[in-house]
């Protein structure tokens, strides 16, 4: 129990309710392994800190479909590396270029790359974005999206504040005014950090 909580609600909506993290997981993986054998090369959009390793770590853990990572990407993979885990990926600027050219790896930009530059750098490539906001902005300008979210959705955030009990809620970012409203209609006096 707690008397006084702060949510982050990026997605404090209904409409934003999460698959299982392990179906999109299957996903991923099943729509990397099809592009592959279209002779096509994956290319996923992902933030660079925390989704970009989450997603180096799933094709490690599961396949044995080499990743590429984008420079950024590999610099950040580094320290995860030096702090304890391992991450095994080829930087693009030196041993992932051939890879590339191959088609048979999995590669990861940041999400900062537009999906229609890299249409035009890589020709034969797909490109999907892994992220919560699959669920509001479907295949718009990509081939394949996937919701997979280091944010809590809807249920989650709606479940984790009745497990605490807390006497006040306030929201911050996303939808933090509706979700507050939508607390207080469930009793709970949720207010939003900042008008």
Known sequence: ECDIMVVETTYGRPNFSFPPREEVYCNIVEWTAKTIKENYLPIFLVYPIGKAQEITKLFNLFTTIPVVTHP????A???????GDTLTYYDLST???DLIKSKNCV???PTTYSPKNLKL????????LATGWALLYGNKDVDATFPLS????FPQLIQFIKACHPKKVYTIHGYASDFAVRLNKMGIDGRPLFK
């Open 95 to 97: 041993d992932g270029a």
């Open 121 to 128: 750098s890589y020709s034969c490539a797909k490109i999907a």
């Open 72 to 75: 950024i990407i590999s610099k």
């Open 150 to 153: 280091g944010h809590a959705d």
């Open 107 to 109: 590669a990861l930009f």
């Open 77 to 83: 993979n580094e320290i995860v590396n030096k702090f």
